[in-house]
């Protein structure tokens, strides 16, 4: 239950309701109502990224807006983007974040050792 996973991980109850909605929003998870009810994953723990639930939960993941790849806009102050060095440092931060979360999935955290506690909660 909902109420019983906020308890455990010390996080508002509303606010991880607001979570499994977008989520299941999005398609990763469905809910069902009743007694066995709650929230389950819609496709395989290894079919979803890191970077996906980021993406839903907090929208882009660049660093800078000029960078992004689902919401580009330039920056305010850009005197142009293929000479910012601040781009070019950047660039390599968000190609390196990227390719961590996006290979990495919720199956792979369940297989880490320590992770019981993660493992219970997405069973």
């Given at each position: ?44 723990a ?52 990227r390719?961590?979360l ?22």
């Open positions: 239950m909902i109420s019983d996973i906020a308890a455990q991980q010390k996080i508002p109850k509303k606010f991880l309701e607001q979570i499994l909605l977008d989520l299941k929003h999005r398609g990763i998870v469905i809910s069902r109502r009743g007694k066995q009810g709650g929230y389950l994953l819609r496709k395989p290894n079919e979803i990224t890191f970077g996906e639930i980021l993406r839903i939960i907090d929208g882009p993941i660049a660093p800078l807006p000029c960078l992004s790849i689902t919401a580009y806009r330039r920056c305010d102050d850009c005197d142009g983007e293929q000479t910012c060095e601040i781009r070019h440092v950047f660039a390599r931060v968000a190609d390196a974040t390719k961590v996006f290979s990495t999935t919720i199956a792979d955290a369940v297989a880490l050792p320590n992770n019981t506690e993660v493992a219970r909660l997405l069973a």
